[in-house]
Structures are given as C-alpha cells and as structure tokens.
C-alpha cells in the first residue's frame, strides 16, 4: 500500500531514520506526511498547553503540522539528532526510539537540544502510531524570541 509517490516503508527502524533525514533537512518537521497511513495516529502525551495530545488521520495532522512548520522556517534550524538508541520490540511492527534533537536560533545563534523518545508502528509500508515524548520547555528556549 505505498501510494503516494513514496516507496513502502521497511519497518520502524527506516521510518525514524527517514524523520532524522528529514529534520535535518528543513522538512516539515521532520514527519513525512507521505508516510503516514490515511488513518494514522499522531500523539504527543505532554503536549503543552493548547496544543493537541492526540491527532487522528494524515490529513488533520497535515493540516496541524504545516502552519507551525511554516512558523519555524528560517527561524530555527535543526542540526543534530544524536544518542539515537532504537528499542526493537517483541512485535516487528513497532520500535521505541530514544533521541536527541539539537536546534539553532538563526537571529542570534542560540542553540538548544531537547531529549525525545517515540513510539513508532509501522504497518503496510505506513506509519500507523507516532507516539512522541518530550519536554515541551526544553526547546521552548529556542523557539522563543
């Protein structure tokens, strides 16, 4: 079920790396929506306030995505996802990811990282579940201006 003009995903494991690949790029921050599964889900458990724990479907979470994407563009810029540690389960559709992303203040240089772990569940060649923990203060610095 590729569709989309992406090619199927191999598992859990390519579908972090293609969102480090695409974080690092300046890509829609960093999560794909050509490899989401039209009825995906996309949570954030300590979401901070006002912003949605849980997003069902690729396009809801397309159209939550772009406008904040958009906010971020040239204003910060992510240049490492490191420590990355990959968690394989005892079901091959699912691994947890522990990272850390490191981002950049393009105004004055200011640069930040912030520790995540995601869940991620890969179905058919699409993500099915990203499931992602983090500190919302931790980066809020460098968001900030």
Not at 22 to 48: I, K, N, Q, Y
Not at 58 to 80: K, N, S, Y
Not at 93 to 118: K, T
């Amino acid at each position: 079920m590729a569709g989309m003009g992406q090619a199927a995903l191999a598992g859990p494991r390519e579908a972090f790396e293609r969102f480090r690949d695409r974080l690092l790029a300046g890509g829609s921050l960093g999560l794909d929506t050509s490899l989401l599964a039209d009825d995906c889900v996309v949570e954030a458990p300590f979401a901070p306030p006002g912003a949605p724990r849980r997003i069902e479907g690729r396009d809801a979470f397309a159209a939550w995505a772009a406008p904040r994407w958009a906010a971020l563009a040239g204003r910060i810029r992510f240049t490492a996802v490191r420590d990355v540690v990959v968690h394989d389960t005892t079901d091959p559709e699912v691994a947890v990811v522990e990272y850390e992303v490191e981002g950049v203040r393009e105004a004055d240089g200011l640069r930040a990282a912030a520790p995540f772990a995601v869940v991620v569940r890969v179905r058919d060649g699409r993500i099915v579940l990203w499931r992602e923990y983090q500190d919302p203060a931790a980066m809020a610095l460098v968001a900030a201006e």
